[in-house]
């Protein structure tokens, strides 16, 4: 049953993105040119003059279109506060900012890192640097690293995953 679920809220997903960006904008720009043309410009004799047929408009259109939209979406993402707030919701809701990511940050990476936080922890002690308080967070560390490889997770995220 979490599989079937799992592939219908994927299979959901993937419509949301095929659907809203690129089936519902080429519609839309489509639909916005023939609208602006056959309701606009063909009722403004003045405007009909400078635009005698729809390709020519589009043409148009399209030329300025796509760098004012590149111009706005830059804006949008460099300037606007906006963009962060998306980024922040989008980075409080990914379950892998509390687990460890699958492939070679799971398999490779980490044990490295947990092997060498071992290795540090037990040269320190033979050499009598660590206190109770260091040892104690090397402990948690090397618990935690542990869960993570193991598939667990750590901190709190604002959702349940």
Do not use: C
């Amino acid at each position: 049953m979490e599989k079937m679920t799992r592939f219908v809220a994927r299979a959901w997903y993937y419509f949301r993105i095929g659907y809203s960006t690129y089936l519902t904008f080429l519609l839309g720009y489509i639909t916005t040119l023939i609208t602006v043309y056959y309701l606009a410009i063909k009722n403004i004799p003045q405007l009909l003059g400078l635009f005698p047929h729809f390709i020519s408009f589009s043409v148009l259109a399209t030329v300025v279109g796509v760098p004012l939209s590149v111009g706005i979406g830059w804006a949008h993402l460099k300037r606007s506060p906006a963009y962060t707030s998306e980024l922040d919701i989008s980075v409080e809701a990914n379950p892998y900012n509390y687990k460890l990511i699958p492939g070679y940050t799971k398999e490779v990476l980490f044990p490295i890192i947990l092997e060498q936080l071992s290795l540090i922890g037990r040269i320190a002690d033979t050499q009598a640097q660590l206190d109770a308080d260091t040892r104690a967070r090397l402990a948690n560390w090397e618990a935690q690293l542990k869960h993570l490889i193991a598939g667990g997770m750590v901190g709190t995220p604002r959702r349940k995953i």
